[in-house]
């Protein structure tokens, strides 16, 4: 069974930046990422990162975010840099085990002030 603890969303104003992180409990877990939900719209990916550390990114961050991951502590980062409103959403943490089981983290609020 894999679980997740995210931590690190907060309230931040526009150009600031901020780092989620995603602990994960449990084996063969081969891919890990972030999706966001923003209030009235569908669950989207952020980030990814697979286990051979190839990582892939939605158009919107693409050279804003930074995902990362330490194998050791099976910890998941990601680093948001240049902050805009539209990045307010719930932010979670997402991983892959076994190549077909999807598990998800609770949950953290991003919000970006104008």
């Known amino acids: 069974q894999v679980q997740l603890v995210e931590s690190g969303g907060g309230l931040v104003q526009a150009g600031e930046s901020l780092t989620l992180s995603c602990a994960a409990s449990?084996?063969?877990?081969?891919?890990m990422g972030w999706y966001r939900q923003a209030p009235g719209k569908q669950r989207e990916l952020v980030a990814v990162?697979?286990?051979?550390?190839?990582?892939d990114y939605a158009d919107s961050v693409k050279g804003r975010f930074t995902i990362s991951r330490d194998n050791a502590k099976n910890t998941v980062y990601l680093q948001m840099n240049s902050l805009k409103p539209e990045d307010t959403a719930v932010y979670y943490c997402?991983?892959?085990?076994?190549?077909?089981?999807?598990?998800w983290g609770q949950g953290t609020q991003v919000t970006v002030s104008s």
């Open positions: 990162i697979v286990s051979g550390g190839n990582t």
């Open positions: 997402w991983a892959q085990a076994m190549r077909r089981y999807s598990h």
């Open positions: 449990g084996s063969s877990i081969n891919a």
